[in-house]
């Protein structure tokens, strides 16, 4: 599942005529470096939802053989994260589900989305999340989100001033995670929230650099990363 539907308001002027998911970096959009990343782990169908400049963004993707691509369309409201999952349920079949953003773009010097299949098991979780270290990340503002247990276990920042590691954008979750929460738009959050509570939300560390994509000047940064890289 690709959240592809948000209006990009941190993103304009970049956005005034394309969705955030059509900004290019480093010569791609971003969308095509997350389908690229899934693709590469194994995923074969991905739903992608819309909403802003949806047409745009569907004819960019009809180019797109790997992964085969479903549409959850969002015309009509816009659903937030939560929201976004539950509508797209009958699209996602019943297996475990990738949920990625379109914002993160990273270097990657092992197999984060590997390491990520790897950690996943639901008899002890819920989700399990793709971290960053805060230091040295591009495009991250703030005092971190998440503390890491030894076991992989999640806890939040909570009144701490300040943790070590944020979430960078992609997690494995069931695939009826959302599907207990309200009609209409809602964030995974709270849900991530009771799971933690409940010693059910983990998560992985990547071995690479981090950028999140949100704004004009983080696309600036980023693509001048990815060409120092190359």
Request: a negative charge; aromatic letters at 6%; one cysteine or more.
């Amino acid at each position: 599942m690709v959240l592809a539907a948000g209006l990009g308001t941190r993103m304009r002027p970049l956005t005034n005529d394309r969705p955030k998911a059509l900004v290019e970096v480093g010569g791609r959009a971003l969308i095509d470096h997350v389908l690229d990343r899934l693709a590469e782990a194994g995923v074969e169908k991905a739903a992608v939802n819309v909403h802003w400049f949806a047409d745009r963004l569907e004819g960019h993707l009809k180019s797109r053989t790997r992964p085969a691509i479903v549409i959850s369309d969002e015309r009509a409201e816009l659903l937030e994260t939560g929201g976004g999952l539950k509508k797209a349920r009958p699209l996602l079949g019943d297996d475990p589900v990738f949920v990625a953003n379109i914002d993160s773009v990273w270097i990657d010097r092992d197999d984060a989305l590997g390491d990520l299949i790897r950690l996943w098991d639901p008899e002890r979780m819920d989700a399990a999340l793709l971290l960053a270290r805060r230091e040295g990340s591009i495009g991250f503002e703030g005092g971190g989100d998440f503390f890491l247990g030894d076991d992989g276990a999640l806890t939040f920042r909570g009144e701490a001033p300040s943790a070590p590691f944020a979430y960078m954008g992609v997690h494995i979750t069931r695939p009826d995670y959302a599907d207990a929460g309200p009609d209409g738009p809602f964030s995974l959050s709270p849900l991530w929230r009771a799971s933690a509570a409940q010693g059910r939300l983990f998560g992985c560390v990547l071995d690479g650099d981090w950028m999140h994509v949100g704004d004009p000047q983080a696309r600036d940064e980023a693509e001048a990363r990815l060409k120092d890289e190359n």
